[in-house]
C-alpha cells in the first residue's frame, strides 16, 4: 500500500512565477491537508480539501490555492511567489481524523 | 489560543535514557493530540496519538502522558537510541475545525552512542 505521494520532491522557481504541487493520498483516505513548513518550524495549515471543496482554511492569502480530484488526489497552486514562499510544503491524506504525511516539495524561491 | 507550545527545542540524551519533550495548549475545544518525527528531508510520521478521555497512552518505548486539567501533555520515549534522533513535533486538533493540526515549534532529540 503506497503511503501519501507528493511531486515534484525538489523545484526551484523565480520570484513572481506560479508553481503547482501535487499530492496522491493514501489508499482509502478521502481528505488532503496542505501545510507550509519553513525552515527549523512546525508545519503551518494552509487548507483542506474534501469531496473535492475546500473545507478548512488557514490564514493564507488568496495566491494559495488548491484543487481535488474526484480520486480524492490534489494539487496546491501558488501565484506570485515571494521569496517567503520557500519553504517545504507538506501534503497530508487522513481518514477519520488521523494524518499521514507525505514527504514534502521542498520549494526554493528565487 | 490556537497555539501548542512546546519545550525544550532541543535535547540531548545519552543512548538507554528517557527523553521527555513537553506540550501545552490553550484550546479546549482540542480533543485530538498526536507526535509526530521527522527526519530531515522527510515529512513527518505519525508516532503515537491520544484522546483526552485517558491519561496515558504506551506504544512500544513511547508513551503520551495527558493532563486534562492543566493542558499538557507529554512525550516519554523510554531506552532512547541513536536511531531516536530527529525533530519531534506534538499537534492537536478540534473535531470541529476538520480536524486541521497545529503544531508545536519542534524538538531536536540527539541521543549520543
Known amino acids: 500500500d503506497a503511503g501519501v505521494t507528493q511531486s515534484p520532491t525538489h523545484l526551484i522557481k523565480t520570484r513572481g512565477q506560479q508553481v503547482t504541487l501535487r499530492c496522491s493520498p493514501k489508499?482509502?483516505?478521502?481528505?488532503v491537508s496542505w501545510y507550509q513548513q519553513a525552515l527549523g518550524q512546525g508545519p503551518q495549515f494552509i487548507f483542506q480539501?474534501?469531496?473535492?471543496?475546500?473545507?478548512q482554511r488557514g490564514n493564507f492569502p488568496d495566491r494559495f490555492s488548491g484543487h481535488q480530484f474526484p480520486n480524492y488526489s490534489s494539487e496546491l497552486n501558488v501565484n506570485a511567489l515571494l521569496l517567503g514562499d520557500s519553504a517545504l510544503y507538506l501534503c497530508?491524506?487522513?481518514?477519520?481524523?488521523?494524518?499521514?504525511f507525505g514527504q514534502g516539495t521542498r520549494l526554493t524561491v528565487v | 489560543q490556537q497555539q501548542v507550545k512546546q519545550s525544550p527545542q532541543s535535547l540531548i540524551v545519552q543512548k538507554g535514557g528517557i527523553s521527555i519533550i513537553n506540550c501545552a495548549y490553550e484550546?479546549?475545544?482540542?480533543?485530538?493530540f498526536p507526535w509526530y518525527q521527522q527526519f530531515p528531508g522527510k515529512g513527518p510520521a505519525l508516532l503515537i496519538a491520544?484522546?483526552?478521555?485517558?491519561s496515558e497512552k504506551k506504544e512500544g518505548r513511547f508513551t503520551i502522558s495527558f493532563n486534562k486539567s492543566a493542558k499538557q501533555f507529554s512525550l516519554h520515549i523510554m531506552d532512547s537510541q541513536p536511531g531516536d534522533s530527529a525533530t519531534y513535533f506534538c499537534?492537536?486538533?478540534?473535531?470541529?475545525?476538520?480536524?486541521?493540526?497545529?503544531f508545536g515549534s519542534g524538538t531536536q532529540l540527539t541521543v549520543l552512542p
Open positions: 497530508a491524506s487522513s481518514f477519520d481524523g488521523e494524518a499521514f
Open positions: 489508499s482509502g483516505h478521502d481528505t
Open positions: 480539501y474534501y469531496e473535492e471543496e475546500e473545507r
Open positions: 484550546n479546549t475545544a482540542f480533543d485530538y
Open positions: 491520544i484522546r483526552p478521555d485517558v
Open positions: 499537534a492537536a486538533s478540534a473535531s470541529g475545525s476538520a480536524r486541521q493540526l497545529t
